[in-house]
C-alpha cells in the first residue's frame, strides 16, 4: 500500500490530534476511509504531509574540504 499522508512528528510538538485519525503515516486505504471533512482536516494540518518529510541529504565528496 502506498502511503497518501505522512505524518511529522516534529510538526506537532503539542502532540495534538485529530478525531479518529492516528499520529502516524496514513495509508491510501485509511485515508480514503475518512470522511471528506476529515481529509480535509489532515490536510490542513501541519504534521501530515503529502510527501514524505526531508531527510538529510548525503554529502557529496564535492561537498567536502579537505
Known sequence: MAVARYY?????PDGGA????PLRDLDDVEFDALPAWLQASVDAASFYRKTRPDTPKAIKASDTKE
Do not use: A
Open 18 to 21: 485529530l478525531p479518529g485519525v
Open 8 to 12: 511529522d512528528e516534529s510538526k506537532n
